[in-house]
């Protein structure tokens, strides 16, 4: 069983893959999307979850979404298909550092994707790109709560502190409008469900040759969370909008 499959499985009870709960999603996706006629792009779309719950509140809207993953794209068109939006959602199998498009976009979505682009300023950069005038960027990232371990560092990258984190967003240019720090609550409901979806997987396939892997991972994956960063990582999603030049 592949990374991909052990995503997939372990995201089942929290489709947004990342430690925001629905009505955090729901805010996030107002405060971007105030008119509910944009054309937003996601860069790193998975399964679409963000499309498709903007285009399912939104007639109007019209979405975009990129991603490597075959799989992931097929699971988001049968939803769209499910929830009657297939005709409002284009999607693109390619790398989001690849994607070219001669539209611009109301609305550029990367949450908890910016590993695609090489980290938080060049997935900006590449946000930067797409954006209509006037138009808004939702990106999530991870930072570090408290002084980090050098294990957690290396296990989930080389993250700033709160503070840091949004001086480098403004200094490069960006505005915050609206943003959100995942709670303790968020924090672990994720890691939970993750880790749960992959063992009650496991637990219900043990005819499975692939059953005592994925067990395993999500045994290895649980300690991981709990000793190594539960205590020190936090998530930060932001709605951004570009600083003008002023005289």
Not at 177 to 190: A, F, I, K, W
Request: charged share 25%; net charge negative.
């Amino acid at each position: 069983m592949n990374r991909e499959q052990i995503s997939m499985i372990a995201h089942t009870d929290h489709p947004i893959k990342s430690p925001l709960d629905d009505d955090s999603v729901r805010q996030l996706l107002e405060r971007g999307l105030p008119r509910g006629d944009e054309r937003v792009l996601d860069l790193g779309c998975g399964g679409g979850e963000w499309l498709l719950r903007a285009l399912a509140t939104r007639p109007h809207l019209h979405a975009e979404g990129v991603d490597v993953s075959e799989d992931a794209l097929a699971q988001a068109r049968r939803a769209a298909g499910d929830l009657g939006v297939q005709e409002r959602l284009v999607l693109h199998h390619r790398k989001a550092e690849d994607f070219a498009s001669p539209q611009s976009f109301d609305l550029v979505l990367s949450v908890g994707a910016t590993h695609a682009f090489g980290g938080l300023l060049p997935t900006l950069a590449a946000a930067r790109k797409h954006l209509a005038p006037g138009g808004r960027v939702l990106i999530g990232e991870g930072f570090w709560d408290r002084a980090p371990s050098r294990e957690a560092v290396e296990m989930l990258g080389d993250f700033t502190d709160l503070a840091t984190t949004m001086d480098r967003v403004v200094a490069d240019g960006w505005t915050p409008v609206h943003g959100h720090v995942s709670t303790r609550r968020e924090l672990d409901d994720y890691e939970w469900a993750c880790w749960g979806s992959l063992a009650s997987w496991a637990l219900d396939h043990e005819a499975d040759p692939d059953s005592a892997y994925v067990l395993a991972t999500a045994t290895t994956r649980r300690s991981e969370w709990l000793r190594v960063y539960r205590d020190t990582w936090g998530f930060l999603s932001l709605v951004l909008r570009r600083t003008p030049d002023f005289p």
